[in-house]
């Protein structure tokens, strides 16, 4: 008897949690921006366009770049009508994307939207999505070309290079030491940027009075970044300016150059919440400004590029134009073998602007 | 027969089909059932054909339940199934790029499981006094750290040939081969533990070490097999996780070891051993997995599904601890 009454207990308990969480978090996103679509088991078969879903699968839970594009897919989505669905998948792992992406294609949802966390892990998976008829785009980190219609692109890597190269010869006022403050040795992205900052100072001779004495690497620990920026400053006594382009770099170096008030001054690209007490022209302060892709304009042009795709208003193929909502009108480019739309420039965070960013979480 | 936290012990031959029903085994099928009720109320798409489409990941997972259930019935723990798995996975995706054909790269990752399971097996008979869950947390950073070496600067490794993982990975009727597998080790080690002399040794050492090994059981060698069956488990894992994801990254495993506990103490397997058995655990994995696929289909926030199931976990611990509690006192009063 004793036994029946557990397993009843155990059985009701179970439901009423459940169906707990159900009502309680009808809304399974970042931002609360994403709705469920009731109807979305049908989602495929509709033909008007409110009643499509597009869905957007992140790189993880609790990552505040991530909710910001989530912010802006969802606004950019529901302006057309239709319904966005926002998947936060438990680890920032391959495989927990990959349980999202089969969730979604048992839902028939229009389009999937992927944030990768491996280049090729999600081949597979999404491989199954297109075959349901469902479209695939990639966003902020891309999978193999073959995989998805395009990738989003927050920047080109040749600008990024650029525009990092243009800030150290500004700081410096035109010739001096620089020095770059990295991620790991091995980071895809940070060693395409460098590259790119090498063969841009290279290119022009303006910028043949600037010397970069150095490539230190922080690992992205902050401890690891901090002994690095101490190493660069004790090394080299004419140092100018220091790049990090990681956002831990940057707020392990700003901490360190302006703890020892040092004249060495810092820009690279960080993220304001965590760079807004450092910023400013003064000599109290480390950076003068810092560069980063604004989240929410990724995740509108990402949005408006779902909806395009499903509305069948671009194929994706390279040197298709299409209209992004109010953002204007993209072409999709080649670059590299991987055909992408890029957002545009990085954005620029100075003393102005930093605490009005910050403050939205970014 | 009410043990240290309640639940029956079914090592004892049981008795007819009421008592049957009415065991834990019971209480979790009703729950089975009604999660899937629960997912066909709360989930327009929650049906047969999407459900299994969904399954393989989790399938390929539910292998390492059997060597779990062993291992914790003996009253140990092994917490570096997570990076067996990725060392397999790795090493069977080096194999495939070079060139070896498809037989042989499964066997690479068996035996490389094996071999981890080898490793933590002989540590932990050789070195009665260290603790497992210490053990094995060493081997569980060694065995990551060797994958993540071998994986080098990228972290990932995809499989350039995916014929055979395909295969692997097709379906016969809506039933993908893994499931099929799965039934077939559900039987075999099922039967093992709660039908044989080899088993019934198992709850023995689980219950009372120093009383089993005077008693003449070979504590031991049993416990080495344990681990080694879950090493085992742990390539077939990999393999079957391998036609789902054709490749093999630093995170491939992360958390495999506490999800697996998990669905062993859920289904009735007690940490401290010498009790529970595999058919609990194997239907409390199919609960978690088809309660992960319903909220998922709801679009639950992947921490809330989190949630329910830690909470599930602690409901399923302490009811049953509080009603021993409460029959034990009642026994008291009435004397």
Redesign the interface.
């Known amino acids: 008897m004793k036994k029946k009454i557990i397993s009843l207990m155990m059985a009701a308990a179970l439901s009423v949690t459940t169906l707990a969480a159900c009502g309680g978090t009808d809304q399974g996103s970042a931002g609360g921006a994403a709705q469920q679509a009731e109807d979305s088991g049908s989602g495929s078969e509709s033909t008007d366009d409110a009643g499509k879903t597009y869905a957007l699968v992140t790189k993880s839970a609790g990552n505040a770049f991530m909710e910001l594009l989530g912010t802006g897919f969802a606004q950019a989505v529901e302006s057309t009508g239709g319904k966005a669905i926002i998947k936060d998948p438990q680890a920032a792992t391959a495989d927990a994307q990959i349980s999202e992406i089969q969730s979604l294609i048992s839902q028939g949802v229009d389009s999937i939207l992927v944030a990768a966390n491996d280049p090729s892990a999600l081949t597979a998976v999404l491989k199954e999505a297109t075959d349901a008829g469902i479209k695939v785009l990639t966003v902020d980190s891309d999978v193999d070309a073959a995989s998805r219609a395009f990738f989003v692109n927050q920047a080109s890597t040749e600008l990024i290079g650029q525009t990092l190269l243009d800030a150290c010869y500004d700081i410096a006022g035109g010739s001096g030491q620089y020095a770059i403050l990295s991620a790991t040795s091995q980071a895809t992205n940070q060693n395409a940027w460098i590259d790119a900052m090498k063969a841009a100072a290279e290119a022009d001779s303006k910028y043949a009075n600037m010397e970069l004495v150095e490539v230190a690497y922080g690992d992205d620990e902050p401890q690891k970044s901090t002994d690095q920026t101490q190493a660069l400053l004790s090394k080299y006594p004419d140092l100018k300016v220091i790049c990090a382009p990681t956002t831990v770099g940057i707020a392990a170096a700003a901490k360190v150059l302006q703890d020892t008030g040092s004249s060495v001054k810092l820009t690279g690209l960080g993220l304001p919440s965590e760079m807004v007490e450092y910023i400013g022209e003064d000599d109290a302060h480390s950076c003068p400004y810092m560069f980063l892709w604004n989240m929410i304009d990724l995740g509108n042009l990402a949005g408006y590029a779902s909806v395009a795709l499903v509305n069948g208003d671009t194929t994706g193929a390279v040197g298709e134009k299409f209209t992004a909502g109010n953002m204007g009108e993209f072409e999709v480019v080649d670059v590299d073998g991987a055909s992408q739309i890029i957002l545009g420039n990085p954005f620029k965070f100075d003393a102005s602007n930093v605490q009005e960013w910050a403050d939205k979480g970014m | 027969m009410a043990g240290k936290s309640g639940r029956e012990i079914s090592a004892v031959p049981e008795g007819g089909l009421k008592e049957k029903l ?3 085994e ?2 979790l099928i ?2 089975l059932v ?2 899937n009720i ?1 997912g066909v109320a ?1 989930s ?3 049906n047969v054909t ?1 459900v299994l ?2 399954m393989p ?1 989790y399938l390929a997972e539910a292998f390492m339940v059997f060597g779990m259930g062993y291992i914790l019935v003996l009253g140990d723990i092994d917490i570096s199934v997570g990076s067996i798995v990725c060392l397999s996975a790795t090493m069977a995706c080096f194999a495939g790029n070079a060139g070896l054909p498809f037989p042989v790269v499964v066997l690479v990752c068996v035996l490389t499981g094996l071999v981890c399971g080898m490793i933590n097996g002989l540590i932990a008979s050789k070195f009665t006094e260290l603790p497992t869950m210490i053990i094995t947390l060493g081997t569980q950073i060694i065995f990551r750290g060797i994958a993540e070496v071998s994986l ?3 972290g ?1 490794l ?1 499989m350039k040939d ?1 014929s055979g993982l395909s295969a692997l ?1 097709t379906k016969i009727g809506p039933f993908p081969i893994s499931f099929f597998v799965l039934v077939i080790f559900a039987v075999i080690f099922i039967t093992l533990l709660s039908k044989t002399t080899f088993g019934r040794r198992l709850y023995a050492i689980g219950s009372n070490q120093t009383a089993a090994k005077y008693a003449g059981i070979n504590v031991q060698g049993s416990r080495f097999f344990a681990f080694s069956l879950l090493g085992f488990l742990s390539g077939v894992c990999a393999i079957f ?1 391998l036609s ?4 093999a ?1 630093t ?5 495999f070891e506490m999800e697996i506990i998990a669905m062993c103490v859920f289904g009735g397997i007690a940490t401290t051993g010498g009790k529970g058995n595999l058919i609990g655990a194997f239907i409390a994995a199919f609960i978690i997995f088809c ?3 319903a ?14 199931i830690g ?2 976990l602690i ?2 611990v302490v ?2 601890a509080i ?1 021993s509690a409460v ?1 034990a006192g009642r026994k008291k009063q009435g004397n």
């Open positions: 009415l065991s834990w019971g209480a009703l729950i009604a999660v629960l709360i327009p798409v929650y999407n489409r969904e990941k080098g600067s990228g990932s995809s995916t990975g996780l789902t994801l054709f490749g990254n995170t491939t495993g992360n958390g309660l992960r696929i909220l998922g289909q709801r679009n639950i926030n992947t921490q809330i599904i989190l949630v329910v909470l599930m409901v399923s009811i049953p009603s029959s």
